[in-house]
């Protein structure tokens, strides 16, 4: 059973920085693409950024430019620096990876963003 621990969540300003961590343990076989998900309160829960194994990244068209997803394949833990946050991105942030056939979630980390 694939475990994802997540960390660095909290509260900013408009305008300021979070790094949020994910480190993923317990997978028998290599972890393919890991990413982040978020969820506003009355929202659906949409992807934010995805890395795979090889590096390759995509983004949702509301953070390009501002966040940047990165892992550590020997650590299987995945990054995700945040700048020039806006009000807006304020959600409760979520780790996913994906084992085989099978994707992963952590518990989720609250990001609230002050006007």
């Known amino acids: 059973q694939v475990q994802l621990v997540e960390s660095g969540g909290g509260l900013v300003q408009a305008g300021g920085s979070l790094r949020l961590s994910c480190a993923a343990s317990?997978?028998?076989?290599?972890?393919?693409?890991m990413g982040w998900y978020r969820q506003a309160p009355g929202k659906q829960r949409e992807l934010v950024a995805a890395i795979s194994s090889g590096g390759s990244t995509n983004y949702a068209d509301s953070v390009k430019g501002r966040f940047t997803i990165s892992r550590d394949n020997a650590k299987n833990t995945v990054y995700l620096q945040m700048n020039s946050l806006k009000p807006e991105d304020t959600a409760v942030y979520y780790c996913n990876c994906k084992v085989l056939w099978t994707a992963y979630w952590g518990q989720g980390t609250q990001v609230t963003v002050s006007s």
């Open positions: 317990g997978s028998r076989f290599s972890i393919n693409t």
